[in-house]
């Protein structure tokens, strides 16, 4: 499980852009974005490592600004 | 007197739409009278279909003109990358113009179809992000092609170009548009300018407008960790400056004006969707001579993300 910060969300409509993109990703099993507190929470398939340069060029993808990335224990 | 002096009606009518269509980033709720902050992530696409209706004010002229329009606008933009944004929008209307003639019979001009088709690009030249707020500026330029027909006649003759649904000139636009967005409410001003060209001897007047947009989330009022629809309560005002037409080379005195616009409106806003509404009031009307002056816009329609 992985912890995105993500800057620059702020409706609904910004959501569905993050979590459309990171559900598209090779070996993430579900992307959840919380926007109350700014944050997407990715989990990967079992014994896949997440790949935090690819995770960052998504959030830019969809026009925001990642922030830390990091698993859930770190935050 | 001349009945072009109507064209500025129906060009108002349409400026939010597909008319003086503009654009700014990935965001979300975005203005309804104009579309210059329309949100595109790289590689999505976002669809947007409004319906708008118009009647010009009562004319005091001898004519008694009367200009109606309804029209079907609908936009295409697609994320070509995070910051650049490609944008195309058709019309379609349906325009009438009433007038008393000389000897007295009432008379009436119409004709609809696909106007003309507008092609944009925008780029985002700032992109400040921090949690739960973002400000963005973006520069836009676009061309509006002569999709729509402009040589349309009836029993009567030639139709008035107030009437055709197309200008029969490539013109170009271009424009700046910022916006401020926090999880309460979002702000976006943008000013843009269309120079129209000349087409079939008629010149219509470039345009020049200021607009601004707030919208308000009025609930939920607290987020919570879920995701409902959010219900925004939109404020916006559209300033509009046209100069005189001109005519087989000669100025139309009873052409353009100043028009300020006051639009409440509201918006429902999901994950894929949303659907929107407003009122444009003419609130100030100062017409050149006797041209038409902008009556009431009523615009309503929805978008989808995808």
Known sequence: ?75 | MSSEAALAVGKLARAGGAGLLLACTTLAAAPITFNSALPVAKGAFVGRVQAVWTESQPDTSPLRRRRDSRALNSVLGYGVSPKLALFGALPVVDQRLRLTAADGAQRTRSASGVGDARLFARYTVLQRDSLGSTLRLAPFLGVELPTGADRRSDGQGTLPTAVQPGSGAVDVFGGMIGTWQTLDYQMDGQIAYQHNRQANGFDASDVLRADLSLQYRLWPQQLGTGLPGFVYGVLETNLLHRGRNRSQGRSDADSGGNTLLVSPGLQYVTRRWIVEAALQWPLINRPNGEALEPGPIVRGGFRVNF
């Open chain 1, 1 to 75: 499980m992985v912890d995105i910060s993500v800057k620059g969300m702020s409706c609904p409509f910004c959501v569905y852009s993050v979590e459309k993109k990171l559900n598209a990703l090779d070996g993430v099993q579900t992307a959840k974005v919380d926007l109350k507190q700014g944050r997407a929470r990715v989990v990967m398939q079992p014994g896949v490592p997440h790949d935090e340069q690819q995770l960052r060029q998504v959030i830019i993808d969809a026009g925001f600004t990642p922030g830390t990335i990091g698993p859930e224990a770190e935050r």
